[in-house]
């Protein structure tokens, strides 16, 4: 890590001068001219104070700080296929379970069936990209056609199956994650 860079990025973002920057800190433009040009090293104080006059503190600033993954292909998916009740998942953000919620594509067979779910606190949103599906929600049923969507609470037991003799596909979205 450059010290003196992250400073310069951190007082740029603050809209200070290094003379602003300087005077809050009790130092001179001089010294964070040459410390953002990593020329010098502050003191571990001297650090303290700039950090605290830039919003943040050591533990912030010296933290590994991950780039997030914002756009996923292909290559990203994790398939997984059950050839006896006729369905294939494909997650399609990495990890998925780790967030809010979780985005899958489900690919129904003719007569597949997608597992039966327990009732949690969830929810669950689908949209039909092909084909036609049936929703048992409960003791409702409902049939789903492309280019519908559904949305509820996962309060109940609940499941997805194609009942005709074309593939289905759907996008689902789980919040929290249960897929």
């Not at 010290?3 to 964070?32: V, Y």
């Not at 090293?41 to 830039?54: A, M, Q, V, Y």
């Amino acid at each position: 890590m450059q010290i003196g860079e992250s400073i310069k990025q951190l007082r740029l973002e603050n809209n200070l001068t290094q003379e602003e920057l300087a005077d809050r800190c009790e130092l001179s433009k001089g010294f964070i001219s040459q410390l953002e040009r990593d020329l010098t090293s502050p003191s571990l104080d001297s650090l303290n104070d700039i950090l605290e006059s830039l919003g943040t503190n050591l533990a912030e600033f010296f933290s590994e700080k991950k780039e997030e993954k914002v756009l996923f292909s292909k290559d990203d998916f994790f398939q997984k296929t059950d050839k006896e009740l006729g369905y294939q998942v494909d997650w399609i953000i990495p990890n998925a379970q780790k967030n809010e919620m979780e985005p899958i594509l489900l690919n129904l067979e003719p007569n597949g069936k997608f597992m039966e779910f327990s009732p949690t606190q969830g929810q669950i949103f689908g949209y039909v990209l092909s084909g036609n599906v049936q929703l048992n929600l409960g003791k409702q049923v409902y049939k789903v056609k492309k280019g519908n969507s559904f949305y509820y609470q996962a309060n109940v037991y609940h499941s997805l199956q194609n009942t005709s003799t074309r593939p289905a596909s759907l996008l689902l979205v789980s919040t929290p994650p249960c897929f």
